[in-house]
């Protein structure tokens, strides 16, 4: 018998692509497999076993209700379970639909509405069951993923930065597009991971890696608001990628009751 | 007495998203074949409405995490053509640059991690690598060089963030792509070199004939422009897509399905259409890699498609070298438009097949409707019809062994799940 700990990577509502960045470890990915085994990986392996598994790698958000059960079983059978990317952390780019009219946007795809089983909202895993570890990012950095994985196997204490993505921006030497050209960008109140890719491409941060801790969204807000950023642009930059994670959640709301014409 | 036999693949494995087959067999004979799409709906081309134009790619590249610069530029083409904006010609070689990148990574992923198992009776791609060390390894760094490429001029190999309505946010220097050139060229032999080895696989005969559809350009390989081309009908242009093809709901599946409107007919996306209907404007060396190394052409046996995949990894290394070398950087990164009331629509091919996006635009520069055909909800009919014919001859095997084909035979196209819902698990029904 071997002691290799047991993975399974498993999706619920995504795009793939914070799995994918599994495969994408290009240089670590046949080491890893010696390291580790992968009992459970239907993008990846016609080989599927049952649990029980020492890590679950949860990709994607909760948005039928069938997926609400599905859910319930893998935590039941996993000893460590790690939600990984924006959907699975905070419901995704599909949680836009927590501010619409439900059944109108299933109407506007399915012409027979009742075949289609799905919730009015998409949300994170952590709302349904216990999560050990939220890895952020829409897609989540791959460096980190191996950082998470890594320290599973090891038993120790995984290492991933909370602070914002302005620090990275600092450290790669970019020019702050906030202070020098007024842009409404996220990187205060964003948490890091990404590599501050954004402003170095010469546009704002969109919020990939949700609320960094500890930030001061109205601040932030009332000094874009000063400027010539409109109440629409900052309520559709806080509503993209990590709409519903909580402290943006909140912050677009209050900006949409005290704007009330910011969702025209 | 009738005897029914059902056969469920409740997850189909190595493709990309979620779906499930169900397989009906009466008295010896299929009754149905199901392809189920259970992939949850995520709305987006209902919460696309009342964004701004600008935010469009960004949201359309979180359609599939494999291919989200063909959404990317499916969608800035839409609008640009709504709006009439002008594209620089050097912009649009740096364009098809970042499609070579996304081609390169998402095709050596299928061909070695998720399609090459099968010939062999391997799970996986990392079952296959302890047989062929080098042959995956060499896959890996090819795909590599086009994640990398996708990193210096996209940002990040998933959902880029530099495609933007009218060019790019940020142009990179000749210096930036220049470092890329040892490793391509690199890659570039190492592709001619494994699709020699993946030509002489051993392939199933499954040569049925069907239409195939692709873009088609007078010079140059097809990859964000072009008349939707097909070797049954007249050519057509992409504004005219929606008067000839169309989606429907089925109650199993939530990936709508696409088919000609007046005939009903299924039809074939993807490289196999691709080489077929543009084997002109292929590269030199893929030119010479099909006379020295490959079936004749067209190819149209399913199982081939991973040699077509192959070429086309060798057109996209080839031809991102060469718009690299002959790269300079234009003046502006982006073309400046004024948003007006309009609607626009583009067709790209996809590394799975063709895709299309419609958008209105109001006065204010918001999306207004939009409607976006994905590859795999148009190819989803003919995979149905395709399984109807291959199945038969394994009726006398194990529902495993049957199941186990049809699970090969779907793999060869590719199946983007993810994406195809607004689509796979393998139900078998024997009665």
Request: hydrophobic share 35%.
């Amino acid at each position: 018998m071997n002691n290799k700990k047991r993975l399974g990577v498993f999706k619920f509502a995504s795009c793939d692509g914070c799995q994918l960045q599994l495969l994408s470890c290009e240089d670590e990915l046949l080491e890893l497999a010696e390291t580790i085994e992968i009992a459970h990986f239907l993008e990846a392996s016609s080989f599927v076993q049952e649990g029980p598994f020492d890590i679950a790698l949860v990709e994607g958000s909760l948005s039928t209700s069938v997926d609400v059960d599905r859910i319930h079983k893998i935590r039941s059978s996993s000893k460590t379970l790690v939600a990984i990317g924006a959907c699975a952390t905070s419901g995704g780019v599909q949680a836009l639909r927590n501010w619409g009219d439900h059944d109108e946007f299933v109407a506007a795809v399915y012409a027979s509405p009742q075949y289609v089983d799905s919730l009015s909202t998409s949300t994170a895993i952590a709302d349904h069951v216990p999560v050990d570890f939220e890895l952020r990012g829409c897609p989540i950095d791959k460096r980190q993923l191996l950082e998470v994985i890594g320290a599973l196997i090891a038993d120790r204490k995984t290492r991933t930065p909370r602070h914002s993505v302005c620090i990275d921006c600092k450290r790669r030497g970019t020019v702050c597009l906030a202070v020098t050209r007024q842009q409404p960008c996220l990187g205060p109140i964003t948490q890091t991971g990404c590599g501050a890719i954004c402003p170095a491409y010469d546009r704002p941060c969109y919020g990939c890696f949700g609320p960094a801790a500890q930030v001061n969204c109205p601040a932030l807000s009332e000094h874009y608001l000063a400027g010539d950023t409109t109440e629409t642009t900052l309520l559709h930059a806080l509503r993209n990628v990590s709409a519903a994670a909580n402290v943006f959640q909140i912050e677009s709301d209050r900006i949409e009751s005290a704007h009330p014409e910011s969702t025209q | 007495m009738s005897s029914t036999r059902k056969i469920t693949v409740n997850a189909l494995t190595r493709v990309e998203g979620e779906g499930a087959l169900h397989i009906r067999i009466r008295d010896e004979l299929i009754e149905s074949v199901r392809l189920a799409i259970y992939e949850p709906p995520r709305f987006f081309e209902s919460f696309l409405r009342g964004r701004a134009i600008e935010e469009v790619p960004d949201l359309t590249a979180r359609i599939c995490g494999i291919c989200p610069v063909a959404y990317q530029m499916t969608s800035v083409h839409a609008i640009e053509n709504s709006l009439a904006i002008a594209i620089d010609p050097e912009i649009r070689r740096l364009r098809r640059l970042l499609v070579c990148g996304e081609w390169i990574e998402s095709h050596v992923l299928h061909i070695f991690l998720l399609n090459a198992p099968d010939f062999f009776g391997c799970h996986s791609g990392i079952e296959l690598a302890e047989r062929f060390p080098d042959q995956i390894n060499t896959g890996l760094r090819i795909k590599k060089i086009g994640n990398r490429l996708l990193e210096v001029l996209g940002g990040r190999a998933v959902h880029p963030v530099n495609v933007r309505v009218g060019g790019f946010h940020h142009l990179p220097s000749k210096d930036e792509l220049k470092t890329l050139l040892p490793d391509l060229r690199w890659s570039l032999e190492a592709a001619i070199e494994s699709t020699r080895w993946i030509a002489g696989f051993d392939f199933p005969d499954f040569d049925l004939d069907c239409e195939l559809i692709s873009l088609q350009n007078n010079d140059e390989y097809p990859f964000n422009e072009g008349v939707i081309a097909s070797t049954c009908c007249p050519s057509i242009n992409v504004n005219e897509y929606e008067q000839h093809f169309g989606e429907n709901q089925v109650e199993y599946s939530t990936a709508l399905q696409s088919s000609r409107r007046d005939s009903s007919a299924p039809y074939l996306l993807g490289p196999l259409a691709r080489v077929a209907l543009n084997s002109r404007q292929l590269s030199p060396s893929t030119k010479h890699l099909i006379e020295t190394a490959c079936p004749p052409l067209p190819l149209t046996n399913r199982f081939q498609a991973i040699i077509a995949r192959s070429l086309e990894v060798v057109h996209a290394l080839e031809e991102a070298i060469d718009v690299i070398e002959n790269y300079s950087p234009p003046y502006h990164a982006f073309t400046n438009y004024r948003p007006h009331e309009s609607a626009g629509c583009a067709a790209t091919e996809a590394p799975r097949g063709m895709i299309y996006h419609h958008y209105g635009i109001d006065s204010r520069g918001m999306v207004a409707s939009a409607n976006i055909v994905p590859p795999t909800s148009q190819n989803q009919l003919q995979i149905e019809s395709d399984l109807r014919e291959f199945l038969p001859q394994w009726l006398n095997d194990s529902d495993e062994t049957i199941a186990s084909e049809a699970e090969k035979l779907i793999r060869t196209y590719d199946p983007c799940i993810s994406c195809s819902t607004h689509f796979l698990k393998l139900t078998i029904d024997r009665s």
